[in-house]
């Protein structure tokens, strides 16, 4: 049976989740769970449970040529919306650059002016108090008493 040039051939599951991968646009690589453009809004390309490029990761592809220069805060915005709602739902999950898993200094993906050692501080560190302030929020929107109009 062939399949039609313009339709995704159907993928293997990803299998158990460790990681989160940041790539950029000069990353030759495809099959990204996730592309954030650039203003910051984040658009899903494979299901998170489908197997990307990476096995046992979800990628993230961030627009913008980051060699050259750093992704806006927009994007940095909707990364971290994002980075904190895939821990809300896999509260395990570590994060990474490209770079890392390949090892082999063939490419500096997410780039040289990416933000990654920031990017990973606030991820140790201040996604808690991020994730605890959005939990508080939707607490007090849904058991918060309303007001009779």
């Given at each position: 049976?062939?399949?039609?040039?313009?339709?995704?051939?159907?993928?293997?599951?990803?299998?158990?989740?460790?990681?989160?991968?940041?790539?950029?646009?000069?990353?030759?690589?495809?099959?990204?769970?996730?592309?954030?453009?650039?203003?910051?809004?984040?658009?899903?390309?494979?299901?998170?449970?489908?197997?990307?490029?990476?096995?046992?990761?979800?990628?993230?592809?961030?627009?913008?040529?980051?060699?050259?220069?750093?992704?806006?805060?927009?994007?940095?915005?909707?990364?971290?919306?994002?980075?904190?709602?895939?821990?809300?739902?896999?509260?395990?999950?570590?994060?990474?650059?490209?770079?890392?898993?390949?090892?082999?200094?063939?490419?500096?993906?997410?780039?040289?002016?990416?933000?990654?050692?920031?990017?990973s501080d606030w991820f140790?560190?201040?996604?808690?108090?991020?994730?605890?302030?959005?939990?508080?929020?939707?607490?007090?929107?849904?058991?918060?008493?309303?007001?009779?109009?």
């Amino acid at each position: 049976m062939s399949t039609p040039g313009n339709v995704e051939k159907p993928r293997r599951p990803r299998g158990p989740l460790r990681f989160i991968l940041l790539h950029h646009d000069d990353c030759s690589r495809e099959a990204f769970h996730y592309r954030v453009e650039l203003d910051g809004s984040v658009a899903e390309l494979l299901a998170p449970e489908t197997k990307g490029q990476h096995p046992g990761s979800v990628g993230v592809l961030i627009r913008g040529h980051f060699d050259r220069e750093r992704p806006n805060e927009g994007q940095l915005d909707g990364l971290k919306a994002l980075l904190l709602d895939l821990k809300f739902r896999y509260p395990d999950v570590g994060l990474g650059a490209h770079r890392q898993v390949r090892g082999d200094g063939a490419t500096s993906c997410p780039g040289k002016r990416f933000p990654m050692r920031e990017l990973s501080d606030w991820f140790k560190k201040d996604l808690i108090r991020a994730r605890d302030e959005k939990l508080q929020r939707e607490v007090e929107s849904q058991y918060s008493p309303r007001t009779a109009e």
